[in-house]
């Protein structure tokens, strides 16, 4: 019988502990799930233990064979670029090791109806939905592919759920910000708004959400405003972060290629097309939030995989 590849999840990585420590927790839960399989995880950046340790882990264990998943809602710089480079120096260091990658994991049903579960938690129960408007606020990106997956996010959560609006924001990077999203709801009219994070678990940009969103209520009592949780390790992820796995073994990973800024020249964005891989340090987790920020890299990410 065929030993089936190990699980490597790759982490974005954040300066809050308590972030990495639910990362941690989130692939140890992985093993205890799955223990026909060796399971490991790593940060990019930012948090122990680095990509690099893990696949060193995996190595050790006699793995020769892994697939690996972003932990990560879009797909922006870290999972079409650093992660593929990431891995492979990894492959450089290690001879003989192969892996496949696997593909981010939104927007899908099932983290919506996690979505979903986390504004029923913030609203009161005697609000009627058509009266509700929800920002949904993202990590925020220089690539307009990933800030667009959002908004896709966004729209699907809407759809048929009966709020009066799913309106976006992000908290870094790219507009509108978290105030200016608050604005554009007010403007609609809005008098009940919940601030949505689209993050998998807590850390500082998730706490900045928060924070800028209770500055912004202080501001405009006239209108209700609440915060929901992010999604935090739900069933779900830990089934979605699977059936990503078995994708990857598979080769079935159907990549987005239509709106790529290294494969398509977006206006604005022409000099990214065709790149090379080049990781790059994201400074957003540790305060550096410059909106004229710009990442220097390029990610030629493989599309035929």
């Not at 200016?180 to 998998?200: H, I, K, T, W």
């Amino acid at each position: 019988m065929t030993t089936p590849p190990a699980l490597l999840i790759a982490g974005h990585g954040t300066r809050d502990e308590a972030g990495a420590e639910a990362f941690r927790d989130f692939v140890r839960e992985l093993g205890r799930r799955h223990p026909e399989l060796p399971v490991a995880g790593g940060f990019i950046e930012l948090s122990p233990p680095p990509l690099g340790d893990a696949v060193a882990e995996l190595v050790e264990r006699g793995v020769r064979r892994f697939a690996a998943v972003p932990l990560m809602l879009v797909s922006a710089g870290h999972a079409k670029g650093d992660i593929p480079a990431a891995l492979s120096r990894e492959k450089e260091r290690h001879p003989g090791i192969s892996y496949t990658y696997g593909r981010p994991l939104g927007p899908h049903p099932a983290l919506l109806r996690v979505l979903e579960r986390r504004l029923a938690e913030a609203v009161d129960p005697a609000w009627d939905p058509s009266e509700v408007t929800v920002l949904l606020v993202g990590r925020g990106s220089t690539d307009p592919d990933a800030n667009a997956e959002v908004f896709k996010a966004a729209r699907l959560l809407w759809e048929g759920r009966g709020y009066a609006a799913v309106e976006t924001a992000f908290v870094s990077l790219a507009q509108p910000d978290v105030p200016g999203g608050l604005d554009r709801c007010a403007r609609l009219g809005a008098r009940r708004v919940v601030v949505l994070p689209y993050f998998l678990f807590t850390g500082i940009l998730p706490d900045r959400v928060r924070h800028q969103t209770e500055e912004w209520a202080a501001a405009h009592p006239e209108t209700e405003v609440r915060s929901a949780d992010v999604i935090g390790p739900e069933p779900e992820l830990l089934d979605l972060v699977w059936e990503r796995y078995e994708e990857a073994v598979k080769g079935d990973l159907r990549m987005n290629c239509d709106s790529c800024v290294y494969r398509i020249a977006l206006p604005g964005f022409e000099d990214k097309v065709g790149l090379p891989q080049q990781p790059h340090f994201h400074p957003d987790d540790d305060g550096d939030h410059h909106h004229g920020h710009h990442h220097g890299h390029g990610h030629a990410h493989s599309h035929a995989h």
